[in-house]
T-cell receptor, first 116, second 110 residues
Framework: DTEVTQTPKHLVMGMTNKKSLKCEQHMGHRAMYWYKQKAKKPPELMFVYSYEKLSINESVPSRFSPECPNSSLLNLHLHALQPEDSALYLC???????????????FGNGTRLTVT | QKEVEQDPGPLSVPEGAIVSLNCTYSNSAFQYFMWYRQYSRKGPELLMYTYSSGNKEDGRFTAQVDKSSKYISLFIRDSQPSDSATYLCAATSGTYKYIFGTGTRLKVLA
């Protein structure tokens, strides 16, 4: 079991649906990340929150909307997705100190998203 | 040129072999280096984390970083079929951007 928990494990949604992915960590980490991973590719950074503030948005389309309600929780709200958005969505966390992360990423097991 | 290069494999070895996995990188600012193991349909699992140059050993795994040649390695001793997975190297300069290699698919044959 990982220390980063993601729900749901699987999600199938239509292009007009609205859904949310959830992530929780209890390691006291202050940086949390969303990654997207396609088959046989490395994880691709989407968003980073540091101390509950959005630090990095890698030019992600607005149909993906992140939210960090507190230091342990991270959500990704999904709306009007396209079939090409089907992928494994990974949450990760790391320690953070004054805008730096000098510790490794700890990943959850991801949500496998299929957009029909 | 990608900042972190990794041979995608696949790499097939017999059970009990020593496996050597390698990455090269181009950014001199990278200080922190990681190896992850990823099984199919799972998230990447942290195997090794090293800072700057040197060796680090943990059980059957040894990570090496040579900053002079910008080369990072992971050695797996006494490889087992359960080691069959994709191995990802990653590096960061301490920012929130971790740069991943493309991953090497390893198959250990029983």
């Amino acid at each position: 079991d990982t220390e980063v928990t993601q729900t749901p494990k699987h999600l199938v949604m239509g292009m007009t649906n609205k859904k949310s992915l959830k992530c929780e960590q209890h390691m006291g980490h202050r940086a949390m990340y969303w990654y997207k991973q396609k088959a046989k590719k490395p994880p691709e950074l989407m968003f980073v929150y540091s101390y509950e503030k959005l630090s990095i948005n890698e030019s992600v389309p607005s149909r993906f909307s992140p939210e960090c309600p507190n230091s342990s929780l991270l959500n990704l709200h999904l709306h009007a997705l396209q079939p090409e958005d089907s992928a494994l969505y990974l949450c990760a966390s790391s320690q953070a100190d004054m805008g730096l992360s000098n510790s490794p990423l700890h990943f959850g097991n991801g949500t496998r998203l299929t957009v029909t | 040129q990608k900042e972190v290069e990794q041979d995608p494999g696949p790499l097939s070895v017999p059970e009990g072999a020593i496996v050597s996995l390698n990455c090269t990188y181009s950014n001199s600012a990278f200080q922190y280096f990681m190896w992850y193991r990823q099984y199919s349909r799972k998230g990447p699992e942290l195997l090794m984390y090293t800072y700057s140059s040197g060796n680090k050993e943990d059980g059957r795994f040894t990570a090496q970083v040579d900053k002079s040649s910008k080369y990072i390695s992971l050695f797996i001793r006494d490889s087992q079929p359960s080691d069959s997975a994709t191995y990802l190297c990653a590096a960061t300069s301490g920012t929130y951007k971790y740069i991943f290699g493309t991953g090497t698919r390893l198959k250990v044959l029983a």
